[in-house]
Nanobody, 124 residues
């Protein structure tokens, strides 16, 4: 079992930046692929970014490419999402997720563990 806890969300003006963190505990010795997803009110949960165990491979949704950066510190069991040039349409609850199969995935159904989410609100 892996427990994931997100932090770093908040209210920011359009054009601003935020850094989300996701602390993992429990069975963290396994080589999980990690991802960030988000869900806006009335919408499906959507893929934002994913990163391989080593951190050498990263993947982004087209909507955030060039603005968001995913990274991880395995020594600290922590996943990050640096968000810049934020837009009102980035407003959502952001979730981190872990996948036990060591192959990156862009679909939420293939992730096994989830955090409780952190709210990000971007004002115009």
């Amino acid at each position: 079992q892996v427990q994931l806890v997100e932090s770093g969300g908040g209210l920011v003006q359009a054009g601003g930046s935020l850094r989300l963190s996701c602390a993992a505990s429990g069975r963290t010795s396994s080589r999980y692929v990690m991802g960030w997803f988000r869900q806006a009110p009335g919408k499906e949960r959507e893929f934002v970014a994913a990163i391989s165990w080593s951190g050498s491979n990263t993947y982004y949704a087209d909507s955030v490419k060039g603005r968001f950066t995913i990274s991880r510190d395995n020594a600290k069991n922590t996943l990050y999402l640096q968000m810049s040039s934020l837009k009102p349409e980035d407003t959502a609850v952001y979730y981190c997720a872990a996948r036990t199969v060591p192959v990156p995935s862009f679909t939420r159904y293939e992730y096994d563990y989830w955090g409780q989410g952190t709210q990000v609100t971007v004002s115009s």
